[in-house]
């Protein structure tokens, strides 16, 4: 079983509606969740952090996190062609070695005009 | 946050060279990472760069593959050594405050 898992998408949605996205991890000692939009050919840039159980909303996007069912999640309200990027889902992990993060295979979402 | 500088961006390498990869950030981490990217895939940790000590390397890298130095605790290096062909990927240093923040990346081709 992979660490972080998430769907690979493509997520087709239409412009306007929400897209939403789901991460799964295994590691139940995990403390921190991210999620990264990454354009093609662009480095990942951070879009939300979560640390604690519930809803935190940030303008469009809302991450959800149920440490109990393991699960984080993203949704992205009325979405816009600009929000077509793949969208990582990152686990920090507390290792011997130190904090790592580990990110799932992301999800590809596209926004139809 | 942080703010990486990465280098090169992009480079087209002729098997059996080596490529070294230069990062800077703009401020004292602890520890650097990083990260491979190949085509269409996520990020997948190659090793963890501490300063003073031997990079950590994650299980299916080597150091005579990837052999990276950490001189001080704001600049690393990723040297991509003996390049062959599957070696063409998106090389990405990053650093953790909170969150992890991202140079540039470089984008290799081996030809």
């Known amino acids: 079983q992979k660490e972080v898992e998430q769907n690979s998408g493509p997520l087709s949605v239409p412009e306007g509606a929400i897209a939403s996205l789901n991460c799964t991890y295994s590691d139940r000692v995990s403390q921190s969740f991210f999620w990264y939009r990454q354009y093609s050919g662009k480095s990942p840039e951070l879009i939300m952090s979560i640390y604690s159980n519930g809803d935190k909303e940030d303008g469009r996007f809302t991450a959800q996190l149920n440490k109990a069912s393991q699960y984080v999640s993203l949704l992205i309200r009325d979405s816009q062609p600009s929000d077509s990027a793949t969208y990582l889902c990152?686990?920090?992990?507390?290792?011997?070695?130190?904090?790592?993060?580990?990110f799932g295979g992301g999800t590809r979402v596209l926004v139809k005009p | 946050s942080a703010v990486i500088s990465q280098k090169p961006s992009r480079d087209i390498c002729q098997r059996g060279t080596s490529l070294t990869i230069q990062c800077q950030v703009d401020?004292?981490?602890?520890?650097m990472f990083w990260y491979r990217q190949q085509p269409g895939q996520s990020l997948t940790l190659i090793a963890t760069?501490?300063?003073?000590?031997?990079?950590?390397?994650e299980s299916g890298f080597v150091i005579d593959k990837f052999p990276i130095s950490r001189p001080n605790l704001t600049f690393s290096t990723l040297t991509v050594s003996n390049m062959s062909p599957e070696d063409s990927s998106i090389y990405l240093c990053s650093v953790v405050r909170l969150e992890a923040f991202f140079g540039q990346g470089t984008r290799l081709t081996v030809v």
């Open positions: 760069a501490n300063q003073g000590s031997e990079a950590t390397y």
């Open positions: 401020s004292q981490v602890t520890m």
């Open positions: 990152a686990v920090n992990e507390i290792k011997a070695a130190g904090n790592k993060l580990t």
